[in-house]
């Protein structure tokens, strides 16, 4: 990797958080497709190289977090219970069964389009009851390993799908939002070190490209610290179409691509 390209990949970090942190969706759901299309990662040895974003942004956020005391709570037991035996699956599903960039890009499409489209129009439709009771523990967990598997294969972190689902079933923002930052950290870590492992018996193009990584989330650590601070100034209904949003134009993005 030369400088150039890591000093742009630390300047696309840094945007994109500022971008997404204020609505606590991790930057990698941008990013990857900048890795790819434009800074020349090839794939699958983009998936990590994406996971590594998370990793280095992502403590910025937890800090702040943790610091409110809101990390560690059920609910945050139960989504790390589930991602992480997830994202190894994913792992290895992403090497040995969607190694090329087509596929990839059109199963994105095909799975955060719907999420977004049904997000915003929840928020925008007539109001609903609120559910009696959250979903089940059990419910939960078995989501987030379902995610977690998803997180492996693209590499976008579980909680960058768990925040949306979670807030469209009616849960709020600031409950849901530390508990899916600590699922995308641990996914991450745990899915660059699994992408790691299966690069030293695999063919290919496996392991991370970790300069470009670490470049990418050093620009998001200090991207993700500057967005969250407009986070208290948002009502959480701009919050719930923001998220939306960002899940359909990502989806948007993808099928474009796949099609050409």
Known sequence: MTWSTGLAGLAVGLLIAVVTAPVEVSGAVFLLPVQLSVLGVPSPAVTPTNLLFNVVA??????RHH??????????????????????????????????????????????????????????????????????????TGLALVV?????????????????????????????????????????VTGAAAFALLSLTGPGDIAPDWYLGLACGLGGLIGGYLGARLQPRLPETALRLLLGALATALGALYAVQSLR
């Open 58 to 63: 992502g403590p910025g956020a937890l800090l």
């Open 148 to 188: 977690g598997v998803v997180g492996g294969i693209y590499g976008i972190g579980g909680g960058s799908l768990l925040g949306p689902i979670l807030v469209g079933r009616g849960m709020p923002v600031a409950r849901v939002a530390p508990a899916a930052l600590a699922s995308t950290f641990t996914t991450s």
């Open 67 to 140: 610091r409110a005391g809101l990390l560690y709570g059920r609910l945050t037991r139960r989504l790390v219970t589930g991602t992480l035996p997830g994202v190894v699956i994913g792992a290895a599903i992403r090497v040995f069964a969607v190694p090329g960039a087509t596929v990839f890009r059109l199963l994105v499409a095909t799975l955060l389009m719907p999420l977004g489209l049904w997000l915003i129009r929840r928020t925008l439709g007539p109001a609903r009851p609120a559910p009696a009771a959250e979903p089940s523990p059990r419910t939960i």
